[in-house]
Nanobody, 123 residues
């Protein structure tokens, strides 16, 4: 499975961005997918995850109520809608997939990673 994240950019605080994670491989629709982010000088942290079916989603407390993860298995894609962005959301965002269809919050539970996309929120 190859993953490609896109949709990052520069936005003012309070603005919105929609990240996309496009995947190759038919098995992708059976994988859980997560979004992680890494700010300069900080460790990679969990943002959101969704089960293979999309029926269960889980968010980091820092983004709950502002970010929404969703997926379209027909398009082999997962999305992260980010609203009410804050400067502290600035980071490189990565999507990752795990062959288990269940959600997970640890990066070590994911099997495939894509290149990140930069999100910069100005104050």
């Amino acid at each position: 499975v190859q993953l490609q994240a896109s949709g990052g950019g520069l936005v003012q605080a309070g603005g919105s961005l929609r990240l996309s994670c496009a995947a190759s491989g038919r098995a992708f629709s059976t994988y859980a997918v997560g979004w992680f982010r890494q700010a300069p000088g900080k460790e990679r942290e969990f943002v959101a995850t969704i089960t293979w079916s999309g029926n269960s989603r889980y968010y980091a407390d820092s983004v709950k109520g502002r970010f929404t993860i969703s997926r379209d298995n027909a398009k082999n894609s997962v999305y992260l809608q980010m609203n009410s962005l804050k400067p502290e959301d600035t980071a490189v965002y990565y999507c990752a997939a795990r062959t288990s269809g269940a959600v997970a919050t640890s990066q070590y539970q994911y099997d495939y990673w894509g290149r990140g996309t930069q999100v910069t929120v100005s104050s």
